[in-house]
């Protein structure tokens, strides 16, 4: 699944085999974004991951910001 822009965000969730793989990732993700200076809204349920990028300094809009991170993401996937 690629990433979705609409409503002035990047949106893509990501399936793992269980909660404990879900939560790891997760960690990865928390990690690059911190050193990003650029965090995600995101939802987690048992092993499924929903990720929503916006830079809420621009005004709640998609920017390079957002495609640099969905990037990284998704080589941590």
Same mark, same amino acid.
């Given at each position: 699944?690629?990433? #979705?822009?609409?409503?002035?965000?990047?949106?893509?969730?990501? @399936?793992?085999? /269980?909660?404990?793989?879900?939560?790891?990732?997760?960690?990865?993700? =928390?990690?690059?974004?911190?050193?990003?200076?650029?965090?995600?809204?995101? @939802?987690?349920?048992?092993? @499924?991951?929903? #990720?929503?990028?916006?830079?809420? /300094?621009?005004?709640?809009?998609? @920017? /390079?910001?957002?495609?640099?991170?969905?990037?990284? #993401?998704?080589?941590? =996937?």
């Amino acid at each position: 699944m690629e990433w #979705i822009e609409q409503n002035n965000r990047l949106t893509k969730s990501f @399936t793992f085999k /269980d909660f404990s793989e879900a939560f790891a990732f997760m960690t990865r993700v =928390a990690l690059a974004a911190e050193k990003m200076d650029h965090h995600p809204f995101w @939802t987690n349920v048992y092993n @499924t991951v929903r #990720i929503e990028l916006s830079t809420h /300094d621009a005004g709640d809009v998609v @920017t /390079d910001k957002d495609h640099a991170l969905a990037k990284a #993401i998704d080589k941590l =996937a």
